[in-house]
Structures are given as structure tokens and as C-alpha cells.
């Protein structure tokens, strides 16, 4: 990408969003927000709701990338920070392409985040929001500066590797409003 003009969509929302569109003008790249049907060379995707499909991705030639707060490959999908305080494992920031799954694209790069005994799902988001700013600026100053996708990391598919829903959050809510005792005390 590097000497010529890049044509980016972007894709970003909330507080984070907002803090990554300005390191993409402080590093002089211009932006049309995302749109439907919108095509260009690079689609820049942050905190997105919305999974991007084959047919979105074609009108960029492959050429997407999102930042995630996981570190990837661990917790996939939605409420990353809630599943790595519930699980133990690793947490972070990445930015990595857009293939055709879900937070499985090759690793362009990511930086972990420490997780504190006394985190919340809250005060770890909190704190990787920050984390996540630095991947932003340095992935981009790679992929500006030449970085390609044949440089990326794969991702493995170990059994470890997990893709979280929100219905799955939904069940652990659940699962944590009350105790297994007191529920066992109800039943009998």
C-alpha cells in the first residue's frame, strides 16, 4: 500500500472508535465512514456490531483488518473481557484481517494486557481500551509502511480456541446470579 493514495472505509464505534479515527488522521490517512455496498482498498473495522460477509469484504479485496480486545486467539466474539476474568486466559488487544470467520484472520499485530485479581469486566475494558489505541497506531504504521498479509501470524485452531455469543454471556449471568447451594436448597 505504501506510495499511493489509500482509499479506507471505516468501520468504528463508541468511545474507542472514535480515539482510533483520530490516530488514522494524526497519521495522515484519510477516511470515508462505512457505508453498505462502500468499497475502497482497506476496510478499518473497530468495535463493529455487525459480522462483515464475503460480499462485503470482496469490494476491498480481502484488504480488512478490526481491532478486537482479546488477544487473539483466545475469546473470540463478543464480552472478551468478561470470558478471560471467567476463564484465565490470556488477555489483550489485536489487530488482525477480516476473514470469512469470526475474529479468526490472520494477527497483523497485538500486545497482551494483565489481568488483576480484583478486575471487573468493566475496569479490564477500561484498561485495555488504552492497550488497544497502541495496537491500533502500530498495525497501521505496519500496514502503511509495506505489511502485507503473507507477514501476518496465523491463528491456531487449538481446543482451547473459543468463539463467545451472546447468548453465551447470557448464560453465564445467569449461571453467576446464584449460587449452587442455593439453588440446591430450593429444590429439595
Known amino acids: ?37 462502500a468499497e475502497g482498498d482497506l476496510l478499518v473495522s473497530v468495535h463493529w456490531r455487525t459480522i462483515f460477509r ?10 480488512a483488518v478490526n481491532l478486537h480486545n482479546s488477544y487473539l486467539p483466545w475469546n473470540r466474539g463478543s464480552d472478551a473481557c468478561s470470558w478471560a476474568i471467567a476463564t484465565g486466559t490470556p488477555h489483550g488487544a489485536t489487530l488482525h484481517y477480516i476473514d ?8 497483523i499485530y497485538q500486545e497482551r494486557e494483565e489481568i488483576l485479581p480484583d478486575d471487573t469486566a468493566d475496569s479490564l475494558y477500561q484498561r485495555t481500551a488504552a492497550r488497544e489505541l497502541r495496537v491500533f497506531r502500530i498495525g497501521m504504521m505496519m500496514l502503511m509502511g509495506g505489511f502485507c498479509l ?5 491463528q491456531s485452531d487449538s481446543p482451547c480456541d473459543v ?21 440446591r436448597k430450593r429444590e429439595a
Open 163 to 183: 468463539t463467545h455469543k451472546k447468548e453465551d454471556f447470557q448464560r453465564l449471568v445467569r449461571a453467576v446470579q446464584t449460587r449452587d447451594y442455593e439453588v
Open 150 to 154: 503473507g507477514d501476518a501470524g496465523h
Open 1 to 37: 500500500m505504501e506510495g499511493r493514495p489509500v482509499r479506507i472505509s471505516y468501520a468504528g464505534l463508541g468511545k474507542v472508535g472514535d480515539a482510533c479515527a483520530a490516530v488514522m488522521r494524526e497519521l495522515g490517512l484519510a477516511y470515508e465512514p462505512y457505508a453498505k455496498g
Open 54 to 63: 464475503p460480499e462485503d469484504l470482496i469490494r476491498f479485496h480481502w484488504n
Open 100 to 107: 470469512e470467520g469470526v475474529d479468526t484472520g490472520p494477527i
